[in-house]
């Protein structure tokens, strides 16, 4: 059979099973709904005649007319539901329960209207029967339901096995009669592309897919043979073309060729590296995509001429300076038609450097030699000039026309021994040259041959040197001059010229310098005599003094040629030419060696006896007669605060304006010496100064001056005093002080101390050791501890027992002080001690009063701790190591945000500040133990001191979580919401004001109001809103702690309550949950649907729970002007 006509069959069978089995869920499913909807319908008269109920009790109570419309109200929607299920159900099977209503109606009117008729228990108990009587309709209802819903879900499942029965055997059909061997021929078709030409179909049948893989091996085997042939074919084109890439790549230049098209068919690698990219990828682009714009429009001639079939070869220049050579070669077919040409760009950059660079530097030489100052002249190989630059025709006369094939024989006057100026090798020499007019000009000629072909030529430099014959001259007059001042004023005489640096010298200087006298100086010479020090001060003076004209003078350090060092000042002037120029400089040197010596043992005697007074830590000075000071030493500088030089030669009152010192000062001038105390403020302070003056006498006898000294003897007087204050001290103190030295021996006790161990005032403590006034324990604990400390460290301080005269012993506070002799070592040790008795009592007194408040806080169940305040723990007990399931170890010494963790301390840190300011506080608050959630009524009580100030406080916590369970039971249990199971309005009022009775300040409410509901109740029906109502409700009581409160207030409208709060971030943090739970789409039985919320946030004040519901109301309304979905507070 072929295969699409078991599918065909296959597939008609389906479609029937797929039609019947429809049918029957149809009919399934609407008698569930139908079933459902009656337990709707039941459910809602529940709920009324639940309500009705109610209010019914309500009016027993009050009998007011609000309740009595709120009953008929409540009785016609009773009735309306009713009425409706009984047309739904098509038949009148609620006849009974209709009449029992209308009875109903009637005794309460009756009742309402005279007060005749039933009894209001009579009214409650036939409402009590028929609310039995709807219960029981409901539950009926309910149990048709679920059978309905219990038959639909069998049919549903024989349905799904038919289903899943019938695709699996067309599955298992399509599979081995289609999918298998398509995979096959598919299989085949992949080796084809992969290039596998061996495959063949398998399947060899009769139906379709056999014929078509029988088609498919013939075409493999055609396709295996033209394989075969283009393998060979690729494989010689291939070699070919990796020879041509190999030769195109190593040419140092861009190869390319282009089609006639204008487009790139080949590029060699310098393509990759000049574009960047790989040289496949310029395949196929225009020379105009290539080059750009501009350059292709700079370049179109050129390729149109190729393309004609013409040669061309051309040089350009790009933008960055590059030069190159292109070459375009046509590719002209056998039948005369333009294929294409080869491209071949070379760079030849170098080369175009290369010949700019020598026309330049040709020409900058010719404008150099044209413009040189000295004359320039070149020669031929004959000796005939070739070239005649400008200075040339000043220095000679002769125009370079003139000039030109002239001999330079005929132009200098050279004797025999000057004849190798035409020589071919350098040299520089001065001789004479004849002007044009015939004057003899001096000049210096440099000379140079130059290789020119098989000979040379000769160039030549020519520089007048008239001008220095001159100065030379005036030179050698000027140092006869200079000799003779020399010799008259004993000083040398020297001069510099600025142009050559050449220098003479006078014979004095030559002797000062011990050079011989035909040494020929020169500034560098010169300078090399300075020594290395001064030669930079040398040039900097002279230099400045050549630039601004001014006489300079220094003295510096000089080395004579023979090695001897010696001191020599220098004074120049510098000399100018008519036209203002600086031409030389002329001076004078004298050998000042043995004034400097002079001056330099002078200025060290003065150096040392100065560095000793200024080291010293007294006043030294010198008076003269008039009181001035003459001689101050660094000591006065400080005292005064004012520098050397501003103190010498002013007297003391003219410096600190007083003169108590005069009388002393006028006795001294008179031959006494004086020594006297006073006190003197210095830097605001009080100082206490000793100073002597003593007479300066000459060898006449007559007093020429005073020397004076004065000393800071005020740490003397203190120390005095304090010594004569400490040892008043000792004698009255009652504590025993003690002193020994290093090997134990007693060498001072004061008045108290010996009255302690019976010894009298005059008794000689020498003869007793330390030992024997301390008990055994005390003696070991002071050799083995607090020597060794207060040796290592000066002081050591602790407690120690003394033995009194009477046996006694007593504590007493221990002070070791280790004193040291100027070398550093122990010399004594002083103690101190006092009597602790009453202290240590005490300590003991306290220990066994916090053993006992210890063992009492262990025995309690509830929390204890103590906390000091800086918020860190100092006590815990072990029912809050159980709590925190940490040992107290770990705890003592941490803050209460370490221990308690960021959130439970942000609810408990209001309550914390207000006991660290010595209140008493009480709240409650949640904790996380090891148990799970934890209730908890904590109260902080401040630890006071004598002062009033706080010292921490004691925090007791107790579990109060079973009591909180039972309160929220109780609540529960109390008026609930008969269609979600939250509280409702009523049970949420009690709430707030038992809140409110307690001043729970912390306390938040969240009034919540359903967006886009009516749309959902009025589209999808009542039990789809109602069912999304309980659906929103599960939702808000996952989003709150177990202490938390969800009511639904009526219709759509929720509230939550958070007690405990502290902070509005916690509250407008649950907001933003209940927002987002509501944004989360509902799914109600088939339905996805889609709502929102607008949530109010209000924390409880002063004006009460009312007021408290009043502003989260209209905070709600504020959420909802900002849009759905939002939350204000």
Not at 385 to 398: S, V
Not at 608 to 635: M, S
Request: glycine share 8%.
């Amino acid at each position: 059979m072929k295969v699409r006509s078991l599918i065909t069959v296959s597939a008609a069978l389906a479609a029937v099973v797929t039609l019947a089995l429809a049918v029957t869920l149809w009919r399934s499913a609407a008698a569930s709904q139908d079933a459902e909807a009656g337990q709707y319908r039941a459910l809602v008269a529940a709920r009324e005649m639940s309500s009705l109920l109610v209010l019914t009790q309500a009016y027993a109570r009050s009998r007011s007319e609000q309740d009595a419309k709120a009953w008929r109200d409540r009785q016609r929607e009773l009735a309306s539901q009713l009425q409706q299920g009984a047309a739904a159900d098509g038949a009148n099977p609620r006849a009974d329960l209709l009449a029992a209503v209308d009875r109903l109606r009637d005794d309460f009117e009756q009742l309402a209207a005279d007060g005749q008729g039933p009894s209001l228990t009579a009214l409650l108990t036939e409402t009590r029967s028929l609310a039995d009587g709807i219960f029981l309709a409901a539950r009926q209802k309910r149990e048709a339901s679920n059978e309905a819903a219990r038959r639909f879900r069998q049919t549903t499942v024989a349905a799904v096995a038919a289903l899943a029965g019938l695709l699996i055997g067309q599955g298992v059909l399509v599979a081995s009669r289609l999918l298998r061997p398509l995979r096959r021929l598919e299989d085949m078709t992949d080796a084809i592309a992969r290039g596998d030409l061996s495959r063949s179909g398998v399947r060899r049948g009769d139906d379709e897919i056999g014929q078509l893989a029988r088609r498919f091996d013939s075409m493999a085997d055609a396709l295996a043979a033209r394989d075969v042939a283009l393998r060979q074919q690729i494989e010689q084109r291939e070699a070919s073309e990796r020879r041509i890439r190999a030769i195109a790549d190593n040419i140092p230049g861009l190869v390319a060729y282009v089609g006639s098209d204008q487009r790139y068919r080949f590029t060699n690698a310098r393509y990759g590296a000049l574009t960047g990219q790989d040289p496949a990828a310029c395949l196929g682009q225009t020379m105009q995509e290539m080059l750009g714009d501009a350059p292709y429009a700079e370049l179109r001639r050129h390729v149109e001429a190729a393309l004609r079939g013409e040669n061309v070869r051309f040089e350009q220049q790009s933008a960055d300076g590059q030069y190159s050579l292109v070459e375009y070669i046509p590719n002209v077919l056998p039948d005369g038609s333009i294929d294409g040409f080869h491209s071949l760009v070379l760079d030849i950059t170098a080369r175009r450097q290369a010949e700019v660079a020598q026309a330049r530097n040709e020409a900058r030489v010719r404008g150099i030699l044209r413009n040189a100052p000295d004359a320039f002249i070149a020669t031929d190989e004959a000796g005939r000039i070739t070239e005649w630059n400008a200075q040339a025709e000043r220095t000679f006369g002769w125009s370079r026309d003139e000039a030109l094939m002239r001999t330079l024989s005929s132009l200098i006057q050279a004797d025999s021994s000057q004849v190798s100026v035409v020589q071919p090798f350098a040299s520089r020499l001065e001789l004479m040259a004849v002007h044009k007019d015939g004057r003899r000009i001096p000049v210096e000629l440099s000379v140079a041959s130059v290789p020119e072909g098989d000979g040379f030529s000769t160039i030549a430099f020519l520089h007048d040197i008239s001008p220095r014959r001159a100065r030379e001259i005036e030179l050698r007059q000027s140092q006869m001059s200079l000799a003779l001042t020399g010799r008259l004023a004993g000083v040398g005489g020297w001069r510099l010229d600025l142009e050559t640096s050449a220098m003479s010298w006078t014979d004095t200087v030559r002797e000062i310098h011990e050079v011989p006298d035909d040494y020929l100086p020169t500034l560098a010479a010169a300078l090399d005599f300075i020594a290395p020090e001064a030669q930079g001060s040398v040039v900097a003076c002279l230099e400045d003094g050549v630039r601004t004209g001014k006489r300079w003078q220094i003295e510096v350090p000089l080395v004579t040629a023979r090695g001897r060092r010696c001191w020599v000042s220098l004074v120049a002037d510098t000399e100018h030419d008519a036209e203002g120029r600086p031409v030389g400089v002329v001076g004078a040197l004298q050998d000042i060696t043995e004034r400097k010596n002079l001056e330099l043992r002078l200025k060290t005697q003065e150096a040392f006896i100065r560095d000793i007074t200024d080291h010293l830590p007294i006043r030294i000075g010198y008076l003269d007669r008039g009181g001035r000071y003459q001689f101050v030493n660094e000591a006065h500088c400080r005292r005064y605060g004012l520098a050397r030089e501003d103190i010498l030669g002013r007297t003391r009152a003219e410096l600190i304006g007083e003169q108590r010192t005069v009388p002393y000062r006028l006795a001294a001038l008179a031959g006494q010496a004086q020594r006297f105390e006073f006190d003197e403020v210095i830097g605001g302070q009080v100082r206490h100064i000793e100073s002597q003056l003593m007479p300066d006498v000459d060898e006449h006898g007559e007093v020429r001056g005073l020397f004076t000294t004065g000393i800071d003897i005020t740490e003397r007087k203190v120390a005095e005093r304090g010594l004569r204050e400490l040892t008043e001290i000792f004698d009255n103190t009652p504590d025993f002080v003690v002193q020994s030295d290093r090997l134990g021996q007693v060498t001072y006790m004061n008045p108290a101390a010996r009255a302690a161990v019976g010894l009298a005032l005059e008794q000689d403590v020498g003869a007793h050791r330390f030992d024997e006034f301390y008990t055994p324990q005390a003696c070991q604990r002071l050799v083995e501890e607090a020597r060794p400390y207060a040796r290592d460290h000066g002081v050591w301080l602790g407690e120690s027992q003394v033995v009194l005269d009477d046996g006694q012993v007593v504590p007493v506070s221990h002070l070791v002080i280790a004193h040291r002799d100027d070398e550093g070592r122990v010399s004594r040790y002083s103690s101190v001690m006092r009597d602790i008795s009453r202290e240590v009592e005490t300590r003991e007194l306290l220990h066994r009063q916090a053993l006992m408040l210890s063992s009492v806080a262990e025995a309690i169940p509830a929390v204890v701790s103590a906390v000091g305040p800086d918020e860190t723990y100092r006590f815990v007990n072990s029912a809050f190591e159980r709590w925190r399931d940490r040992p107290r170890a770990d705890i003592l010494g941490l803050r209460i945000r370490d221990v308690l963790g960021g959130q439970e301390y942000s609810a408990s840190e209001a309550a914390v500040r207000r006991a660290l300011r010595g209140e008493t506080v009480t709240f409650e608050r949640d904790s996380l133990s090891g148990d799970g959630l934890q209730n908890q009524q904590v109260t902080y009580v401040p630890l006071l001191l004598p002062s009033g100030d706080v010292d921490g406080f004691v925090a007791v916590a107790q579990d109060i979580t079973a009591q909180k369970r039972e309160e929220l039971r109780l609540l529960r249990l109390s008026e609930r919401d008969a269609l979600t199971g939250v509280l409702n309005r009523q049970g949420l009022e009690t709430y707030l004001s038992q809140r409110h009775d307690k001043h729970d300040e912390g306390l938040a409410l969240l009034y919540i109001d359903l967006d886009r509901f009516k749309p959902v109740n009025d589209t999808h029906g009542h039990p789809t809103g109602d069912a999304l109502l309980k659906s929103f409700a599960e939702r808000l009581k996952k989003l709150v702690r177990p202490t938390d409160l969800v009511a639904r207030l009526g219709g759509d409208e929720f509230a939550i309550v958070l007690p405990g709060i502290r902070s509005e971030d916690n509250a407008e943090a649950v907001a933003e949950k209940v927002v987002a739970a509501a944004a989360t789409p509902f799914r109600i039985g088939p339905l996805q649907l889609h709502i929102g919320a607008s949530v109010g946030v209000a924390l409880a004040s002063g004006d009460g729970w009312d007021g408290l519901v009043h502003r989260a109301d209209a905070a709600v309304y504020r959420a909802k002007a900002l849009g759905r979905g939002q939350w204000a507070a």
